[in-house]
């Protein structure tokens, strides 16, 4: 396939993401309320439970270790429950409307999203192996979720992309808050401020943009 053709074949491929916009968001919107909904169940948990680790009592152990295991791991259920949901939502339409699953629009989108994602499931393990502060892993976390709704921005519809700034503008003012100095207590494993943090943004975040892609489904794409 020579480049002209390969150029005109992916403009096609975008402006027909573009004209589905709406059915995407539209199917996005369930997706969207089982995350922030079990972000809030989770981190509320994991609040209720947790005990400094100096008392040696709850569900985590004392090391900074321990610390980022057990934060880490309940999330990791999470995005898979939420990643299950979103591939059974897509198949049905995909059904409903007789076409491939994986189709070139979803190739098209993947291509966008994955570099982001799997930097930050990457980094992800090493916080994890390496007993980071749950802090540090919320704010990563928030910064590669929110670059990879960005890298939808051609052919996603103004409130994916909005969402997307949502997550970048708040891991960014989180390390801005965290430079000067308020909020957060450096030399300790944040494990209660992680959870509200998780709840305020994943939770938050996600049950706003169900809402309002549910009130609006007649928002045309940017």
Not at 64 to 81: G, K, N, S
Not at 129 to 135: A, E, K, M, R, W
Request: hydrophobic share 55%; charged share 15%.
């Amino acid at each position: 396939m020579d480049l002209p053709t390969a150029a005109a074949e992916h403009l096609g491929t975008i402006r027909r993401l573009m004209e589905r916009a709406t059915v995407y968001r539209a199917l996005s919107a369930p997706g969207a309320a089982v995350a922030g909904l079990l972000a809030l169940l989770v981190g509320g948990l994991q609040i209720v439970f947790h005990r400094p680790p100096s008392r040696g009592a709850g569900i985590v152990g004392d090391s900074m270790e321990d610390q980022a295991a057990a934060f880490i791991v309940p999330w990791l259920a999470v995005l898979l429950t939420v990643l299950l949901v979103n591939v059974w939502l897509l198949w049905r339409e995909a059904r409903r409307r007789n076409e491939v699953f994986f189709s070139a629009g979803m190739r098209t989108a993947l291509r966008q999203m994955v570099p982001p994602l799997l930097a930050g499931g990457l980094i992800t393990v090493g916080d994890y192996l390496g007993g980071t502060d749950p802090i540090q892993i919320v704010v990563k976390w928030l910064l590669f979720y929110g670059l990879a709704l960005l890298a939808t921005t051609v052919f996603a519809p103004r409130s994916i992309v909005g969402l997307g700034g949502a997550f970048f503008g708040a891991a960014l003012a989180c390390v801005v808050t965290r430079l000067l100095g308020f909020g957060f207590d450096p030399g300790q494993p944040n494990f209660v401020w992680a959870a509200w943090l998780m709840m305020g943004t994943f939770g938050f975040f996600h049950l706003l943009y169900a809402a309002f892609a549910w009130k609006s489904p007649d928002e045309a794409a940017a």
